[in-house]
């Protein structure tokens, strides 16, 4: 699902990544090297003082992207690597950096890079990486360069992935992450000595940080392409109905890029090596604190998160820095990103645990009895782990006030959270239709329109735009605002038709999340003559959230980066078909 929100000059919808400041480890790549095996530093275990401490540079990076036969939980599959490597490899920066990214595409198809969250500066839309919106896409066996130019005041967590077709789904992607510079880190000091917690134990040595990525999202044996054909088949309408409509179920959850999968539970047809596979291992320091950055880079399933025998402080959602909130379980949809500190509740003399990665079949219209709903990882504690698995226990009731609220969380820089009022209202209707004139399959469709990229017209490339039945385009004028005559504030009201969630995300600009309802029987959309109470106070910016089935999300924007920004749900199928 798609939209395309123009400015006088046109535009889209982009997504945009603050990414939160974290303390300023000591953590050294040397020290680290001898407690932990090669491998394992290099790929997911993050050096902030390397970068912090340094000058504003450019960095060059190649990438060849690669079709391989791989096995990443034990069943073959055609994945799409970049540099040999699924995930991708882990970009690390420090705010004010140039990234020039030399793509060569060594694919059989069309591809594109998407640097999700990056707010690219004026005059450098084109840079986005949105096949169809702001470039043609890259043809086999060509090179193209990017120049991503990261913002002074721009650090914390991001990703990368393809925004072409549904290759996502078929491994392309990779963590992106910015770290601040000495300057940010002296800004944003005050906040975190003030927020400090004496709730739980700290050794002397515990203001240095051990900080890891983990993309953990959901994995299919098939295809993305056969994924995404299956979906607009008529296998995927309920015993015939056309009013009934499943969402291709996955076959595992991935924690980056591994799993052990049973292989006597697939009832469809696959290679499977149960040797190829194993159950991902996290270390975590004992001396230090313990930060995760958590990606779903999944293509339907929301994660919920949670890991046995601690408590996770979230300290950062899709790159706003946030007053710390203690929880035991994290709900993750679909691109978006949590910054969590691991926190023991007790002195369990354990040195194992089950990290949790569970989705729910409610989720769902049909079983698949490959999927595991509750796939774990290890956590430990030191170099070395026993050959026995953990026997900790997950929570054993976890209460409302337990789990996280998302409207509820606040940035932590106070000036942050003054609320510009809107100049003007966008309303949007977003569904899924199954018409005669489409052949019986699903398209889903904004205000009426189902998007259709033009891979050979770009948007960005046009003297005119003007929208069409496959593309809904925005006109956003600036005209005379409350704020300026070089920025307009929005409320985009989205109302979801359907039953089924739908987390929508934003290129090149956040939004304020402002309020979601949800009704328990009807449409649940908005009611002119009835508005909710909005917050009067800005609450933590975001780039990605869940629109509530059946139901709405005012989301308000500031809208300062002229161009050709997509708005669009992350469910995959779902943007494959017109969303």
Not at 150 to 174: I, K, R, V
Not at 281 to 300: C, D, E, K, M, Y
Not at 478 to 498: A, F, H, K, Q, R
């Amino acid at each position: 699902m798609g939209i395309i929100l123009s400015w006088k000059y046109a535009a889209t919808l982009s997504l945009l990544f603050v990414a939160l400041l974290y303390p300023f480890s000591s953590i050294l790549k040397q020290s680290f090297s001898t407690f932990f095996p090669s491998e394992e530093v290099s790929r997911f275990l993050l050096f902030p003082t390397s970068y912090s401490s340094r000058s504003e540079t450019t960095t060059i990076l190649n990438f060849t992207l690669a079709e391989e036969v791989l096995s990443p939980n034990g069943v073959q599959k055609t994945v799409f690597t970049i540099n040999g490597l699924f995930p991708g490899p882990t970009i690390e920066a420090r705010s004010g950096d140039l990234l020039v990214v030399n793509v060569y595409n060594g694919l059989s198809e069309p591809t594109s890079l998407h640097w999700h969250g990056i707010r690219h500066p004026a005059g450098q839309n084109s840079q986005d990486g949105a096949a169809g919106v702001t470039q043609c896409p890259i043809p086999p066996g060509a090179n193209h360069t990017y120049y991503i130019y990261l913002s002074p005041e721009q650090h914390g967590t991001f990703w990368y992935h393809s925004h072409q077709s549904t290759q996502l789904a078929d491994g392309l992607f990779g963590a992106l992450i910015i770290h601040p510079s000495e300057q940010l880190v002296a800004k944003l000091r005050p906040h975190q000595d003030e927020l400090r917690s004496l709730r739980y134990r700290r050794t002397a040595e515990s203001l240095s940080v051990f900080d890891q990525v983990l993309l953990v999202g959901d994995w299919y044996h098939r295809s993305g392409k056969e994924v995404a054909e299956w979906y607009q088949s008529l296998r995927s309408h309920g015993n015939g109905e056309f009013d009934i409509l499943f969402l291709p179920v996955p076959d595992a959850i991935l924690t980056n890029g591994q799993q052990a999968f049973n292989c006597s539970k697939s009832i469809a047809k696959i290679i499977c090596d149960p040797r190829k596979g194993r159950t991902p291992t996290f270390r975590l320091h004992p001396q230090h604190r313990n930060v995760i950055r958590a990606i779903n880079p999944g293509s339907i399933a929301e994660i919920h998160l949670s890991l046995d025998s601690h408590v996770l402080r979230v300290v950062e959602a899709d790159g706003t820095q946030i007053q710390p909130v203690l929880v035991k379980e994290l709900r993750i949809a679909p691109g978006q990103r949590y910054a969590v500190e691991v926190i023991p509740v007790d002195e369990d003399e354990s040195r194992e645990f089950w990290l949790r990665q569970r989705v729910n079949y409610e989720d769902f219209r049909y079983p698949n009895v490959a999927l595991d709903l509750e796939s774990k990882s290890i956590i430990t504690y030191g170099s070395l782990r026993g050959s026995s698995l953990p026997n900790s226990h997950s929570w054993s009731a976890v209460k409302a006030n337990e789990f996280l609220d998302p409207l509820s969380l606040q940035p932590v820089d106070h000036l942050a959270r003054i609320l510009p009022p809107a100049d003007d209202v966008l309303m949007m209707y977003v569904t899924t239709m199954i018409r005669t004139a489409t052949e019986n399959k699903p398209f889903g469709y904004v205000n009426q329109t189902t998007w259709k990229p033009n891979l050979a017209d770009p948007i960005l490339s046009r003297a005119d735009v003007a929208s069409s039945s496959k593309e809904l385009i925005v006109p956003v004028s600036i005209g005379n605002t409350s704020e300026s005559t070089t920025t307009v504030v929005l409320d985009i009201i989205v109302n979801n038709l359907e039953d089924g969630p739908h987390p929508f995300h934003l290129h090149g600009h956040h939004f304020w999340p402002l309020y979601t309802y949800e009704a328990a029987m009807g449409a649940g959309s908005y009611k002119w003559d009835r508005p909710p109470t909005l917050p009067v106070t800005a609450p933590a910016l975001r780039d990605t959230f869940v629109i509530p089935a059946r139901g709405h999300a005012i989301f308000r924007v500031r809208f300062d980066t002229p161009g050709v920004w997509l708005f669009h749900c992350h469910v995959l199928v779902h943007l494959q078909s017109g969303p």
